[in-house]
């Protein structure tokens, strides 16, 4: 503990170093600029804003615990505030006692050591700052201009191994890393292709075709190893440039900790592990406030007060801890425990009927998995009273929402009066991606490879019926089995049967639960490019992201929990899944949807996701090919970006508003 203390200050002190320079060039260019005269306006807005610059450097010295520094700031601070205020006169003395102090700091922060004369310029600045107040006299008379300006100033600081970069700048630069992936991921997809050509002119017999294309294989694949070393290792070193210290988060929480427990009458003690671990700073930053929510809660609804504890046989200081550890695959298992009382599971079955989630009977037949699967519902909340801690209804909701946005997976387990655990799996970073690539109702998708099992092969006469479910044996146990298309509401294909009429499935796990997934193809693994999906797409169902192939093609990327959760509410299919559900007498027409939009990515995204809800899709690159199909198809709904090339959205919007047929055609812009 002693030896992580040390290193964090020594961070701490680098960087408030590097923050000092900077500060202190800001003063003395504004005391030099002051000491040469300047018009009132002009002058006034100066000695504000050298002020600011000396209350930052002070709150920052504090925060390292360097008082030299921090009094000869508030001696210096203390000055400044009175002329703003227009109680002290700005002077060519006391702008010299201003540039000693900002050379005191300089030399303090070089190395020196506190000196009587630091100290009585202290005393003397605060003697001036304690003066009766005397009419300023204006800042641009100080000087002449004939008078030399104010001497060198700021000695040498420390060299520094380190530099502040602005972190847009950096997520700017691992932006642009990250688009090399597209030609590594073409390079990938040429050599797939070089080596299925390979094989076919293999079994044609062609010989000198056949040797000219294991040349060209071999330096296709030379090629492709190369890309693909020089790409990961930038993007593996750009992604270390983005670690950071778990502890610059996890330090927030020891005074939040114990305030929120002085305030609610309790005792707890506060412990982390992994503080040490570095984490994708993106990552931190959105797990930030979800990680407040459950401190929150393991304090508000988890620890019991003193007197309960005791009651119980628990000693009165409770616990809350929360550990971060590294796990196979480029993932993240951040922890959240408390060894409070648990969570009521009768509380919670009786709030889910009070929100009208569930009937009394649904409620009283519940499992104790399915009851602790609501505390994720928005809106439901087992608090009698509504505070500004609990009682809202939200705060696991969001919690769970954000963990799934990053493409993670969220677990409790509760313990009757010993407490609760909240387990997190997250993917270390989020710029890239590894999924099963899939073909289903004609369209590919992409399964997390992580919720993926195993791939098998299901003929018709190994579905049971269980529950009023299809199912299979699988490992000695029943499999619910699902049609992915069915799920995604896109049509059925009649494609070739797999071999001995069997058809392809993908065990998928999400939580504790497992489902096969029946699909018409299984296309292998594939590393994508991961875009995420901006407003208004930003939480579609069963949809995580989209991703960018080799090929160019960008897919869906599915969610796993919410696929289960499909299942699960839709009803019970009566027909063999294997053979497909009857069609319905009269088949209802597909809504016909236009997106237009000049980006061909934003483009295809948008109509991969339309389709997958069940429409049928039109595109056009711009307002002029829009009003072309426009007059004539029949479209019921166009969707449409603004800013495009030779007709924008608005233009478009105005023609269609213009037109007596189409005036009444909803557009979304």
Request: include cysteine; charge should be negative.
């Amino acid at each position: 503990m002693a030896n992580r203390k040390t290193d964090i200050k020594a961070r701490l002190l680098a960087t408030f170093r590097v923050e000092a320079e900077e500060h202190l060039q800001a003063i003395t260019a504004n005391l030099l600029a002051l000491h040469r005269g300047l018009p009132p306006s002009e002058g006034r807005g100066m000695v504000e804003a050298t002020f600011r610059e000396v209350h930052t450097l002070k709150g920052a010295a504090r925060s390292v615990s360097l008082t030299d520094v921090e009094a000869l700031c508030q001696a210096c601070e203390s000055v400044l505030s009175r002329v703003t205020r227009g109680q002290l006169a700005l002077n060519r003395p006391l702008l010299n006692r201003l540039q000693e102090a900002v050379d005191g700091v300089a030399r303090l922060l070089a190395g020196g050591e506190s000196h009587p004369a630091l100290r009585e310029l202290i005393d003397s600045l605060e003697q001036v700052a304690a003066a009766p107040a005397a009419a300023a006299e204006p800042v641009d008379a100080l000087i002449s201009p004939a008078e030399a300006p104010l001497g060198p100033v700021v000695p040498g600081l420390p060299k520094t191994d380190t530099i502040r970069l602005a972190t847009a700048r950096l997520d700017s630069l691992l932006l642009q890393a990250e688009d090399l992936l597209v030609p590594k991921l073409a390079v990938e997809e040429r050599v797939r292709e070089a080596r299925a050509l390979f094989k076919a002119l293999a079994g044609a017999g062609l010989r000198t075709a056949e040797g000219q294309a294991q040349d060209l294989l071999r330096h296709l694949v030379l090629d492709q190893r190369t890309v693909t070393r020089v790409v990961d290792g930038l993007q593996d070193e750009l992604r270390r440039v983005r670690l950071t210290a778990a502890s610059t988060v996890l330090d927030l929480f020891p005074r939040m900790v114990r305030d929120l427990a002085r305030e609610h009458g309790k005792e707890v003690e506060w412990a982390t592990q992994g503080a040490d671990l570095e984490v994708d700073r993106q990552v931190l930053e959105a797990m930030k406030d979800p990680l407040i929510h459950l401190v929150r809660n393991a304090v508000d609804h988890g620890i019991e007060p003193p007197e309960a504890r005791a009651q119980a046989g628990k000693p009165p200081r409770g616990q809350v801890a929360v550990s971060i550890a590294s796990l196979e695959g480029g993932r993240i298992e951040i922890r959240v425990e408390d060894d409070g009382g648990g969570i009521d599971l009768t509380r919670v079955r009786a709030a889910a009927v009070r929100a009208r989630f569930l009937t009394a009977e649904e409620a009283e037949a519940s499992t104790d998995d399915a009851a602790l699967e609501l505390i994720f519902r928005s809106g439901l909340s087992t608090s009698p009273i509504i505070t500004d801690l609990s009682g809202h209804g939200l705060g696991l909701a969001i919690v769970k929402e954000q963990v799934e946005r990053l493409g993670g997976e969220i677990r409790v387990e509760t313990r009757a009066g010993a407490g609760t655990t909240v387990r997190m799996i997250l993917p270390a970073t989020i710029a890239t991606f590894r999924g099963l690539l899939v073909r289903a109702g004609g369209q590919s998708f992409l399964l997390p490879t992580e919720a993926v099992e195993r791939a098998i092969r299901i003929a018709p006469d190994e579905v049971e019926h269980v529950e009023g479910r299809e199912a299979v044996r699988w490992n000695g146990s029943p499999l619910s089995i699902a049609r992915l298309s069915s799920l995604l509401g896109l049509p059925e294909r009649a494609d070739e049967p797999g071999p001995a009429g069997r058809e392809p499935c993908v065990i998928v796990r999400s939580g504790g639960e497992r489902v096969g997934f029946l699909v018409e193809e299984i296309l292998g693994d594939r590393e994508v490019l991961v875009k995420e999906l901006g407003p208004p797409l930003v939480r579609v169902k069963n949809v995580a992201g989209a991703g960018l192939l080799g090929t160019g093609q960008v897919v869906l990327i599915l969610r796993p929990g919410d696929l289960l959760k499909s299942i699960r509410e839709a009803p019970r299919p009566p027909s063999h899944p294997l053979r497909g559900y009857p069609a319905p007498e009269e088949k209802r027409r597909q809504p016909v949807l236009l997106v237009v939009d000049d980006s061909i990515t934003t483009r295809t995204m948008e109509k991969n996701l339309l389709e997958a809800a069940g429409y049928q899709v039109r595109v056009a690159v711009d307002g002029v090919e829009a009003w072309t199909l426009l007059k004539s198809d029949e479209v019921d709904l166009v969707v449409s970006d603004v800013d495009m090339p030779r007709m924008d959205g608005c233009d478009l919007t105005a023609r269609i508003r213009a037109d007596r047929k189409l005036a009444e055609l909803p557009v979304v812009l």
